[in-house]
Nanobody
């Protein structure tokens, strides 16, 4: 099967930056899209960004457009989420996800594999 492991979370000041990584292993040839979701306490898990494993298709939530950038390194089987201009509202557990087909990338039901999550805390 496919295993996804997130890393790079931590505590950062408002206005600061973090880069999250998601390393994929196992049957990675089954992956056609990768996504990032986040979940704050008491809230639903929400879409952040997505990227096709091949090609150039990307999509972002309105709340992070212009601040977050998703990218990939196919050789390393790794997807990144560069987060700039962070605010306390970005505090959440961030999850990496993989899907066996490419759709809009915005919905949890499109994905088949999930990582364990990494905590991002933006202090005030």
């Amino acid at each position: 099967q496919v295993q996804l492991v997130e890393s790079g979370g931590g505590l950062v000041q408002p206005g600061g930056s973090l880069r999250l990584s998601c390393a994929a292993s196992g049957r990675t040839f089954t992956i056609y899209q990768m996504g990032w979701f986040r979940q704050a306490p008491g809230k639903e898990r929400e879409f952040v960004a997505t990227i096709a494993w091949s090609g150039t298709s990307t999509n972002y939530a309105d709340s992070v457009k212009g601040r977050f950038t998703v990218s990939r390194d196919n050789v390393k089987n790794t997807v990144y989420l560069q987060m700039d201009s962070l605010t306390p509202g970005d505090t959440a557990v961030y999850y990496c996800a993989g899907g066996r087909a490419y759709y809009s990338g915005k919905y949890r039901t499109e994905y088949d594999y999930w990582g364990q999550g990494t905590q991002v805390t933006v202090s005030s």
